[in-house]
């Protein structure tokens, strides 16, 4: 009995979930503080085996999470990372900061690193994953490389193009191809190379497509919006593969 009580418990451990951090914008309404993120990043995480935990911008929340989190996903959002951040002025194109959710996904992200916990950044968040090792970005890329594919700010402006992808990637591990075509919603684009990040997809118009590092168990970028592309079987494994990371972690829930 004793043994098949331990069976038990040891197969519902493997079973479990790993919980998903994800830091949603934080606004203020005329009845309070509103925190939101868009579904799709959640669901994404969900049909993955993952389980997304929201968190408010409160340092002590991350001191008691901590010890159960088995993944970080950093999300998109309609706004810029401000260039302080990479040693820059803004310049008039910049488009709209959130300074505390900034501050606090770097604090966050900073934290997984050195715990060496998986990381997936989408969109926004892949830009900041090279700002935090230490790249730069392009603040606006119509005005500042000029001649590149029209990469949409509004998701009502999206438009496909596609990316190519290095052979000895991890990128190209997980999906499996060396070309996929993904959507384009953004203004900004990675511009220098953080330290220990490599390029592993670009467009053909010289646009850095995807980023990963190369000495952390599981840091991938990615600047297009897979979470609306889980139909294709090639970007549904971005995130099943970010999930099946955070498995191996041994701080699921």
């Known amino acids: 009995m004793i043994r098949k009580l331990k069976n038990e418990k040891s197969k519902n451990e493997k079973n479990r979930k790993p919980l ?48 159960r989190i088995s993944g970080v996903l950093i999300a998109g ?94 990128l190209f591990r997980i999906t499996k191809k060396r070309d996929l075509m993904v959507n384009s919603t953004h203004h900004q684009a990675v511009k220098a190379l953080g330290r220990g990040i490599q390029d592993s997809a670009i467009s053909p118009d010289g646009v850095i497509e995807a980023i990963e590092s190369i000495s952390h168990s599981f840091v991938l970028g990615v600047q297009w919006h897979p979470e609306r592309l889980m139909h294709i079987p090639a970007q549904k494994r971005i995130f099943s593969a970010f999930i099946q990371a955070a498995k191996k972690t041994g701080t699921e829930s």
């Open 77 to 170: 959002g309609d706004f810029d990372i401000h260039p302080r951040y990479y040693g820059e002025k803004p310049i008039p194109e910049l488009g709209n900061i959130k300074p505390e959710r900034t501050k606090c996904e770097t604090e966050v992200l900073r934290w997984a690193l050195k715990m060496d916990l998986p990381v997936l950044g989408i969109c926004g968040g892949m830009q900041l994953i090279n700002v935090v090792f230490g790249g730069t970005l392009f603040q606006d890329l119509p005005r500042q490389l000029p001649g590149t594919y029209f990469h949409g700010k509004k998701r009502s402006g999206a438009k496909k193009h596609p990316a190519l992808i290095a052979g000895e990637s991890r």
């Open 20 to 67: 998903i951090l994800v830091i949603p914008d934080r606004d203020k309404t005329p009845s309070g503080e509103s925190f939101s993120i868009k579904g799709g990043y959640l669901s994404a995480v969900e049909k993955s085996g993952g389980v997304p935990v929201l968190t408010s911008y409160c340092r002590n929340n991350l001191r008691e999470l901590g010890p």
